[in-house]
């Protein structure tokens, strides 16, 4: 499909902005950049993981984002790739540059699906090479048809190596037990800047000793400079929806941005993935009220500081 046809029927045509507004009544809300904001239209993309009648089987578009944020002081966002079929990646990062450069939503940048290990990557990068909305690339890597060690392949290894020679950046989505991959990943290529999603993905349902012991594979990426951490995801992995509050969320938080700092930190909302257990609002306040107890400064970069440094939005 030609990237005009895709575009027209896309959020591009809305005619009015679709930018949140801060919530007058609470003056202190610190501004945010949500860094992993997902997007799709299913008239026009088809996922390779969504399942036929679920709560995501629908359109979630820049409309119904900026319901989700209004009044929460999000001022900024990236996209993040949503996985969708293979051939309709550039689709999919044509539609989102389109929807950047509007100017009429907050997304100011775009993280993109990618195969590192594919033959075409090279070609597909080279389109957006000199982007100045296209930041990185993600392929998911905790799917049950991607086994471990899937991103040690030389093929792909060379990829993610191509991701830095181009000043692009790489974003993992791992099983927490994989974690091991990424430190060996992140060798082989220490001039790519990389990061790591949704905290390493700790689960709700850890025992004492699965917690122990993501927090040590945790400390191990953290050891390499060339990767940053989302503070993201988490409360999608187990908590139910009205089950959980910020005080069970803690613990992972604050582990994370301890192991990490608070300049390697950014902050994001997994919209609409973090609906299977609360609303934007829930997720991000619940993060807020965690973080309250840390210096105004040290909020201000999880929050939004890192990001437009690490971004350069």
Not at 166 to 186: A, E, H, I, N, S
Not at 202 to 229: H, S, Y
Request: aromatic letters at 8%; one cysteine or more.
């Amino acid at each position: 499909m030609h990237r005009r046809h895709f575009l027209s029927a896309t959020a591009v045509a809305v005619a009015a902005p679709l930018l949140p507004a801060a919530d007058p009544k609470d003056a202190k809300m610190l501004p945010a950049i949500d860094t992993h904001q997902h997007l799709w239209d299913l008239t026009r993309l088809k996922l390779s993981w969504l399942k036929k009648g679920s709560e995501f089987d629908q359109s979630f578009t820049p409309k119904e984002y900026a319901a989700a944020i209004d009044g929460l002081n999000v001022v900024k966002s990236v996209y993040m790739e949503v996985d969708v079929v293979e051939e309709q990646q550039q689709q999919e990062a044509d539609y989102v540059v389109e929807l950047c450069e509007s100017k009429k939503t907050t997304m100011v940048a775009a993280v993109v699906g990618g195969r590192p290990g594919g033959a075409n990557f090279p070609a597909y990068l080279g389109k957006y090479k000199d982007s100045k909305y296209v930041k990185g690339v993600r392929q998911v890597l905790h799917a049950d048809t991607t086994p471990s060690g899937y991103c040690l392949k030389d093929e792909f290894v060379k990829g993610v190596q191509l991701l830095g020679d181009l000043g692009m950046t790489f974003d993992f989505c791992m099983r927490p037990t994989d974690l091991g991959d990424v430190c060996k990943l992140l060798d082989k290529c220490p001039d790519t800047r990389c990061i790591l999603d949704h905290c390493g993905n700790p689960q709700a349902g850890f025992t004492a000793k699965q917690f122990d012991q993501w927090k040590a594979d945790l400390a191990e990426v953290a050891k390499r400079k060339n990767i940053m951490v989302k503070v993201s995801g988490i409360v999608a992995n187990g908590w139910e929806k009205g089950k959980w509050k910020a005080d069970d969320l803690a613990p992972a938080v604050n582990a994370t941005i301890d192991t990490f700092g608070v300049n390697r930190c950014l902050y994001g909302g997994d919209w609409p993935v973090c609906t299977k257990a609360g609303t934007y609002k829930e997720w991000i306040s619940a993060l807020r009220q965690i973080i309250a107890g840390r210096p105004e400064a040290d909020q201000k970069r999880i929050l939004h500081d890192n990001a437009a440094k690490f971004y350069g939005i």
